[in-house]
């Protein structure tokens, strides 16, 4: 008889940890690491922390109630787009009320079903071109399937542009997600963004780099008067025709910062994990 494979995971409590030690050890760097078993039985969790009421939705209803169905009552607080705001500007997911809904609708179009389907000769082209790199050996597959999201992200959305696929561009993007965890606290603490520790300072060399590659990007799509078939084309005539010319480009910048970091980390997350999952079996 098989056993049912149960996949490694951190230790769970019965419930709720105390919310102290969320600013402790791997739970400063992880919010998953202090999920108790409760998370994965209840619909709802809301917590305490600091003075901020944290209200966790645990199930793909509740998810569509607050995102989706009835994303009007709900305003995205102010410490996420303060800790946003730097790297994604005013783009999809730090707006609120009209400037949302406006650019939920520019963007939803690239993201239906039979335009995602029309990407998937990209994404094979992608994973070949990794996988033709690869040598006998030892392959950290987080790297691997960070190396190639990226690379779908940039063919798919940006045109290819070779600043965004470089391994400079990697290792900078990198250091700016990894830089998040400490500024999380700071926030939460009420605190300035500190920059004093190396990983600190390499999280903001990041956040620049990726700001500025992305202007000179938004910006050669904007000089060109041909926007191009791509995402981004296509974001950035559809804001030209509701907007200024600075406050498109402005919106342009943020949107393209937003889906080149929320399109490639989670997903290479998922395959880092999926891949782990079938290596097992």
Sequence with gaps: MTERFIPPHPPRGAGPVAVWRGFFGERAHTAVYGWSQAAFEIDYMQRRVMGYNVHIPLTPAAVQHVLLDQAALYEKPTIV????????GRGLLTSDGA???????????????????????TFADAAQAIMA????????????????????????????????????????????????????IQAILGLPAFTITPKARAGLRGQNY?????????????????????????????LR??????????????????FYLAGHETTANAMTWALFLLSEQ
Excluded: C, Y
């Excluded at 179009?109 to 029309?118: G, H, L, Q, T, Y």
């Design 133 to 184: 790199r690869w040598r006998p050996g030892t392959l950290d597959m987080a790297v691997q399937s960070t190396a190639a999201t990226m690379r779908i992200i940039a063919d798919s959305l940006f045109g290819g542009d070779p600043r965004l696929t470089s391994d400079a561009a990697s290792e900078h993007i990198t250091a700016a997600l990894e830089a998040f965890g400490g500024r999380r």
């Design 99 to 121: 400037l949302w809904r406006e650019q939920r609708r520019i963007v939803a179009a690239s993201f239906v079903p039979p335009a995602v389907d029309a990407q998937v000769p």
């Design 241 to 258: 025709g509701k907007f200024d010319r600075a406050e498109a480009e402005a919106l342009a910048i943020d949107n393209a910062a937003t």
């Design 81 to 88: 787009k303060s800790l946003l705001a730097p790297v994604i």
């Design 210 to 238: 990726l700001r500025q590659s992305l202007a000179e990007v938004v910006g050669d799509r904007f000089r060109a008067g041909q926007e191009g078939d791509d995402f981004l084309g296509k974001l950035v005539a559809a």
